[in-house]
């Protein structure tokens, strides 16, 4: 079946089509890449159509499709079991890794997504501090749990909802929304409600309205002010844990958390999440403490072990960060080039291997900046790149995402397919 054949059927048994809204390519006006194997850096879909991927199934894929240590782990966990409802020395094993590499936690708790991490992160901060309000920014996408899903970046971003029916006001009025990169709008917020804010949560690199990164003065004044106030400051890291560096952002940007959560990359692509925080904090998770927290297949064997195989690859090889850099940087520096001799204006932000082209001639800091962008344009961009095989985000409000499989000559392409689109996309305007 071709891919619109198989979105048309999707529709009629599945809400829009598809179980997570970015993928049904709404915002970029066309129909949905059905992903039908994937090898490397490159994505065969269902009409045996093959792509350079930088979707990398939204950023897990640090090694690329089916890397040999991720098939070794998949077909071991499943000749031992997939599932069992009891702790396995996997768990610890996962565990012991991830506090050990990450500055500041002493324990974590594993769960099943990014969503279940932060909402449970945040009960954990509500029951530690005995407060009930929380802090987020305008463009920050923490998940869909209810508190969260106020000026959310991702997929409420891309479809302009930046809040949701459905979720009581009573929830709502318990999150406080501040500014990215302005400090003096979490001073003011701060002080209006002394007393009642249990966490400040924050990507330290905002990925999901676009890579904007926190600026190291805004970082640091967050710092000082959970301090003074006691509040708990949680770095959502569900996309940049173990990708911006094997340590993550406290060794990229030298900022230290109370608490983080990660998801994706700790899984090597397996459904997975974790959340943890010093010690005094975690212990207030059940059973240790009287914080409610749990699941079934939480830590369950097949995660653990696919997601402590891709870990401890990561930890034996630092050259995978250094090929990473040195591939983001070669695309970061080209694609400046196209943007140079083309005279556009567009904005091109980079983090390590994550990677934002943003068609707006306006710098971008936070929010605000990235609703200037030209969304239609990006379509048009986005289409041009999938027709001459290069799948990138279908949101203009997402990363790409490169992963060690990219080769220099998928990049050169990558960088000839990215001339070539912008000029078919401003000749189509002047037609």
Request: hydrophobic content about 40%; overall charge negative; glycine content about 8%.
């Given at each position: 079946?071709?891919?619109?054949?198989?979105?048309?059927?999707?529709?009629?048994?599945?809400?829009?089509?598809?179980?997570?809204?970015?993928?049904?390519?709404?915002?970029?006006?066309?129909?949905?890449?059905?992903?039908?194997?994937?090898?490397?850096?490159?994505?065969?879909?269902?009409?045996?159509?093959?792509?350079?991927?930088?979707?990398?199934?939204?950023?897990?894929?640090?090694?690329?499709?089916?890397?040999?240590?991720?098939?070794?782990?998949?077909?071991?966990?499943?000749?031992?079991?997939?599932?069992?409802?009891?702790?396995?020395?996997?768990?610890?094993?996962?565990?012991?890794?991830?506090?050990?590499?990450?500055?500041?936690?002493?324990?974590?708790?594993?769960?099943?997504?990014?969503?279940?991490?932060?909402?449970?992160?945040?009960?954990?901060?509500?029951?530690?501090?005995?407060?009930?309000?929380?802090?987020?920014?305008?463009?920050?996408?923490?998940?869909?749990?209810?508190?969260?899903?106020?000026?959310?970046?991702?997929?409420?971003?891309?479809?302009?909802?930046?809040?949701?029916?459905?979720?009581?006001?009573?929830?709502?009025?318990?999150?406080?929304?501040?500014?990215?990169?302005?400090?003096?709008?979490?001073?003011?917020?701060?002080?209006?409600?002394?007393?009642?804010?249990?966490?400040?949560?924050?990507?330290?690199?905002?990925?999901?309205?676009?890579?904007?990164?926190?600026?190291?003065?805004?970082?640091?004044?967050?710092?000082?002010?959970?301090?003074?106030?006691?509040?708990?400051?949680?770095?959502?890291?569900?996309?940049?844990?173990?990708?911006?560096?094997?340590?993550?952002?406290?060794?990229?940007?030298?900022?230290?958390?109370?608490?983080?959560?990660?998801?994706?990359?700790?899984?090597?692509?397996?459904?997975?999440?974790?959340?943890?925080?010093?010690?005094?904090?975690m212990e207030m998770v059940s059973p240790s403490g009287p914080v409610y927290q749990a699941?079934?297949?939480?830590?369950?064997?097949?995660?653990?072990?696919?997601?402590?195989?891709?870990?401890?690859?990561?930890?034996?090889?630092?050259?995978?960060?250094?090929?990473?850099?040195?591939?983001?940087?070669?695309?970061?520096?080209?694609?400046?080039?196209?943007?140079?001799?083309?005279?556009?204006?567009?904005?091109?932000?980079?983090?390590?291997?994550?990677?934002?082209?943003?068609?707006?001639?306006?710098?971008?800091?936070?929010?605000?900046?990235?609703?200037?962008?030209?969304?239609?344009?990006?379509?048009?961009?986005?289409?041009?790149?999938?027709?001459?095989?290069?799948?990138?985000?279908?949101?203009?409000?997402?990363?790409?995402?490169?992963?060690?499989?990219?080769?220099?000559?998928?990049?050169?392409?990558?960088?000839?397919?990215?001339?070539?689109?912008?000029?078919?996309?401003?000749?189509?305007?002047?037609?």
């Open positions: 079946m071709s891919n619109r054949e198989l979105f048309n059927e999707a529709c009629r048994y599945i809400p829009g089509g598809v179980n997570s809204p970015v993928r049904a390519f709404k915002s970029v006006d066309g129909i949905p890449v059905f992903a039908k194997k994937g090898n490397g850096s490159h994505l065969i879909d269902e009409e045996e159509k093959e792509y350079i991927d930088y979707i990398c199934s939204w950023g897990p894929l640090i090694l690329g499709h089916g890397h040999p240590i991720i098939k070794k782990a998949i077909i071991e966990a499943s000749e031992y079991g997939t599932s069992f409802g009891l702790p396995t020395h996997l768990e610890v094993e996962m565990a012991k890794l991830v506090v050990e590499s990450y500055p500041g936690i002493d324990q974590v708790r594993m769960v099943n997504s990014g969503t279940e991490a932060t909402m449970s992160a945040l009960r954990v901060a509500r029951g530690y501090t005995n407060r009930n309000k929380i802090i987020k920014f305008e463009g920050n996408y923490h998940g869909h749990s209810d508190g969260l899903l106020v000026k959310a970046g991702s997929g409420a971003l891309t479809f302009n909802m930046p809040t949701s029916p459905g979720i009581p006001e009573e929830i709502i009025s318990q999150t406080l929304v501040c500014t990215y990169n302005d400090l003096a709008s979490v001073e003011q917020c701060i002080a209006e409600y002394p007393q009642d804010i249990a966490a400040i949560i924050l990507e330290p690199i905002a990925a999901n309205m676009g890579i904007v990164p926190a600026n190291a003065e805004f970082l640091k004044g967050l710092r000082e002010l959970c301090n003074q106030h006691q509040i708990v400051l949680i770095f959502d890291e569900v996309i940049t844990g173990f990708r911006v560096s094997y340590h993550s952002c406290p060794e990229y940007l030298g900022i230290i958390p109370d608490m983080v959560c990660f998801g994706k990359i700790i899984g090597g692509g397996l459904p997975v999440g974790a959340y943890g925080g010093r010690k005094e904090i699941g079934t297949l939480s830590g369950n064997p097949l995660a653990m072990r696919v997601g402590l195989a891709q870990l401890t690859y990561l930890k034996d090889h630092p050259e995978v960060y250094e090929h990473l850099e040195n591939s983001a940087r070669y695309l970061e520096n080209g694609i400046q080039k196209i943007l140079n001799k083309l005279n556009l204006p567009y904005q091109l932000h980079r983090q390590k291997s994550l990677l934002t082209l943003f068609f707006t001639s306006q710098p971008i800091q936070g929010y605000a900046d990235v609703q200037t962008c030209d969304t239609k344009m990006y379509a048009l961009f986005f289409k041009e790149m999938l027709s001459q095989g290069i799948l990138i985000a279908p949101s203009q409000f997402e990363a790409w995402f490169l992963s060690d499989a990219h080769t220099q000559q998928d990049l050169d392409k990558t960088l000839d397919a990215v001339y070539s689109a912008l000029v078919k996309c401003h000749d189509s305007l002047s037609d």
